[in-house]
């Protein structure tokens, strides 16, 4: 830090006009900058230049208190842009690994250069206006810096007392936050139609007796050995899901080793009767049955209420297996304890079940492994305490600990455990399972990276692990001052990353291939989201547009990809189906035109007309305590620039494709269904993509009148989600139940029965107006479609992939929408 100067110090607290008195007792050190602090002005304290100063131009006058000095960090991982805050900084005696550093490292130098480039710009337009001859004038752009338009933080933080919950940037739901014309959209399709409400009340009912039946049962179950082996189905059906096991995610995620995990397989179930059978192994082999319990494509799945059979089996074995293994003991650490910890993280996400402690969870395991040094070089215990193998497994575990608790970190928008870690535990060695075992007294030499082994996906995801974590620190600081320049900056990072990947051409490859692929997408998605939406006012970041559009139809292309080879498996573990789809209809909506036509729609009380019916809303809505709700018109596609048309008409395409996609996924789990209710909004809000020479196509093909237009496709919205929930209906386990029949009674037929047409799992056609698929009738039309012999149809067919990584259990959106339908298992 330099010096500061006369004027700086006259300015300054402790001043020569200050008393000696007044100087003893000013103990506390001045954490802003001598600038802010003279003009009262809020300063993010960044170091060597403060924000607000290096914006209003007085870099030269953004002085600290010398006396920070002392406590600079040494390690350059200060905070979380690479820039020393000084209201928060990490200790000088914990140093950061050197991969993380080196962005850390990266990042202040880019500052540095900034700062020098604009100091210099300014001394050489300084000296030209004084040494300036005849027909020798300065540049009017030799100091010129593009405007950085002002982006607000995203987070959503809801909640009351003590009982709230925190999403930060990098959470989808944080999007939404600043999507207010998709809240009043969802305002007005409920103000139009009771039957959501009426499901909403079926659903939660059926809900709080689950959770009570659920309670009951958690109180019965004590976690013994007993009822382990209880649980413990026949050797067939075992064989069969552990195979599947092994082929989805023993080639990405390393848990197990696969020859001795064969080996003790064996021998389990040879004593399998005798009481020398260890319940640790049992406990894996239910922990495998819950993770493949839902991975397989079902024609006809069937339902127990709102959740399907297969993931209320899943939850069944995952209590069971985690009292079980909260009664073990802590102090012992084994291998097996900790393939246990992963596996039970795995299983709860692959099933999407009790996601709001994923993170939590996640953090525990981190702790667990830290504390048994697993981030450190093995190498470094001396004596031969631990083998070749246990140094091997213990890489391997580690890498796959700290990408399931960074990809949590990421879809909650908080902090990794590994920001700040220092870690030097070596990378896995690049061998298959059987080129090492427990007997190895050396681990045979890697193998080249461009030959596929199940350790493939392990090197590389270390190799981009730095700039994740770099990233996931940048985008949930609220302090940092991020540039567009910087984005750029980023952006090509990863592309390059991206372009450095291999192509395998062995067909175990392609879940990791997947994985490696979309984990660093997700971020030119995150990245360039807040400037695609104002490529319209702005062409400078028209780039921006064209990245979103580009990252949301690779990720769209590498689900389909995975379908079409049978694999249904990420849509269970990833959140990029939402982020695409929500980033997508954000970003197509301030990129297109207001329609021209009668005053906009705003959000507005339940309507007295007689055509519509009373609305019970909560108490909430009846007391008006809604913040007032912007202007919402449909938009329609732009006429004067045919990039953004395109851009925008690609985009609804892919809008429609992700909710195909998360249709499939909540037909196969039973959840998502308010994540679900927001595509079909999205979509909704969308301009006509119909090809037409009349400018208001969007408004004049539903309906003549401007507020009759927003909830004419408010209602078809609805009627999306009243056809899923029919096909929910349709495939209930029990069909006289009280979660069905209340159900049944509470939706009505809409349609003659020579009208009923199930959704197609084809893409349909592009527009607007032919993105709303036909309506089931209702009950009635289902029961005599059944009496009648003829089928439903391909009602619970896969053939997309979705997925939901954050529970919104009791989540309003708005604050009136209580549906509480995604599960708090």
């Known amino acids: 830090m330099s010096t500061r100067s006369a004027e700086s110090r006259d300015n300054s607290p402790d001043g020569v006009d200050a008393s000696p008195e007044k100087r003893m007792s000013k103990k506390r050190k001045v954490l802003s900058c001598y600038a802010c602090r003279n003009r009262k002005m809020k300063c993010d304290r960044v170091y060597p230049v403060c924000g607000r100063c290096q914006k209003t131009g007085r870099a030269d006058q953004c002085t600290y208190d010398p006396r920070l000095l002392e406590d600079l960090p040494v390690n350059g991982d200060g905070h979380v842009d690479g820039t020393t805050n000084f209201g928060n900084f990490a200790p000088p005696d914990n140093p950061s690994s050197g991969a993380v550093s080196s962005n850390v490292l990266t990042w202040k130098l880019r500052v540095q250069e900034r700062r020098l480039d604009l100091l210099e710009r300014r001394l050489a337009a300084s000296g030209s206006a004084k040494g300036s001859s005849f027909g020798e004038y300065p540049s009017h752009f030799d100091d010129f810096e593009p405007d950085e338009p002002p982006l607000r933080e995203e987070m959503m933080f809801r909640g009351k007392a003590f009982k709230t919950q925190f999403y930060g940037s990098t959470s989808p739901l944080s999007v939404l936050t600043q999507f207010a014309e998709l809240q009043v959209f969802t305002r007005e399709a409920l103000v139009s139609d009771t039957t959501m409400l009426r499901i909403r009340t079926d659903f939660k009912a059926f809900r709080n007796r689950r959770k009570a039946t659920l309670k009951e049962k958690g109180l019965r179950t004590q976690g013994s050995d007993e009822e382990i082996y209880a649980l413990m189905p026949d050797k067939g059906i075992v064989d069969a899901q552990v195979d599947l096991y092994f082929r989805i995610f023993e080639t990405s995620y390393r848990i197990l080793h696969e020859p001795t995990f064969w080996k003790d397989y064996r021998a389990f179930w040879e004593r399998h009767s005798s009481e020398d059978s260890p319940a640790s192994f049992a406990a894996i082999l239910l922990y495998v049955m819950a993770i493949t319990s839902c991975l397989s494509p079902r024609d006809e799945n069937v339902f127990v209420g709102d959740s399907s059979v297969d993931r209320e089996s899943a939850l069944h074995l995952i209590e069971t297996c985690d009292a079980w293994l909260a009664r073990q003991n802590r102090k012992h650490l084994t291998l097996s304890f900790f393939q246990l910890q992963c596996l039970s993280l795995l299983a709860k996400r692959v099933n999407c079940l009790k996601l709001k402690q994923d993170w939590i969870n996640c953090g525990d395991v981190v702790r667990l492994a830290i504390a048994a040094g697993m981030h450190r070089n093995p190498s470094l215990l001396s004596g031969g305490r631990v083998s070749e193998y ?8 580690w890498v796959t600990i700290v990408e399931m608790e960074l990809q949590s970190s990421i879809d909650f928008g908080l902090q990794s455990s590994l920001c700040g870690l220092y870690f030097d ?143 249904l498996v990420l849509n ?35 309507s007295k007309e007689p055509h519509l019916p009373a609305v019970d809303l909560p108490e909430t809505y009846a007391q008006n305590s809604i913040p007032p709700a912007p202007e919402v018109k449909i938009p329609q596609l732009p006429t004067s620039n045919f990039l953004t048309t395109t851009l925008c008409t690609t985009a609804i395409a892919l809008l429609e494709k992700a909710r195909l996609t998360f249709e499939h996924k909540v037909m196969r789990l039973g959840t998502g269904y308010l994540e679900y209710w927001l595509f ?58 009280s979660f069905a029949s209340s159900l049944r009674s509470a939706i009505t037929p809409q349609t003659p029965l020579s009208n009923i047409s199930l959704p197609s799992a084809t893409a349909l056609a592009s527009g607007s107006d032919n993105l709303m698929p036909p309506v089931i009738p209702g009950a009635t039309g289902i029961v005599e479609l059944a009496q009648q012999g003829k089928g439903f149809g391909n009602v619970g067919a896969f053939d997309g992939l979705s997925d939901m990584q954050v529970d919104l259990t009791g989540w309003t959106f708005p604050e009136f929408w209580a549906f509480d339908m995604a599960g708090d298992l």
């Open 680 to 737: 079909c909004s999205a979509l909704g809000l969308m301009p006509s993509t119909s090809h037409s020479n009349q400018p208001a196509t969007s408004i004049a093909s539903i309906t003549h009148s401007a507020p009759e237009d927003i909830r004419s496709r408010g209602r078809k919205a609805l009627e999306r989600v009243t056809s899923l929930c029919f096909r929910v209906l349709a495939m209930q386990k029990d069909p006289e139940d």
């Open 390 to 397: 246990d140094k091997e497994m213990r890489r391997r575990l």
């Open 425 to 567: 535990v070596p990378p896995p060695a690049h061998l298959p399972d059987d080129a090492f075992s427990q007997d190895t007294q050396q681990i045979p030499a890697s193998r080249p990276l461009e030959h596929f082994t199940t350790a493939s996906y392990l090197i590389l995801t270390l190799q981009s692990l730095p700039l994740r974590v770099h990233l996931l620190q940048l985008l949930n600081n609220p302090t940092t001052d991020l540039q567009y320049s910087d984005v750029q900056h980023y952006d090509a990072q990863i592309t390059q990353l991206l372009s450095s990947l291999p192509s395998w051409k062995d067909p175990r490859a392609a879940v990791p291939a997947a994985l490696l692929d979309v984990q660093l997408r997700q971020f030119l998605l995150m990245l360039h989201r807040p400037y695609a939406k104002l490529a319209a006012k702005n062409q400078r970041y028209s780039y921006s547009f064209t990245a979103c559009v580009d990252a949301a139809s690779s990720i769209m292309s590498t689900y389909d990809d995975l379908v079409a080879k049978g694999v």
């Open 572 to 606: 269970h573990l990833r959140n990029d189906i939402l982020r695409t789809g929500i980033t997508l209809a954000q970003v197509v909506y301030h990129n297109c035109s207001p329609s021209p036509g009668p005053a906009p729609v705003l959000s507005s009380p339940p």
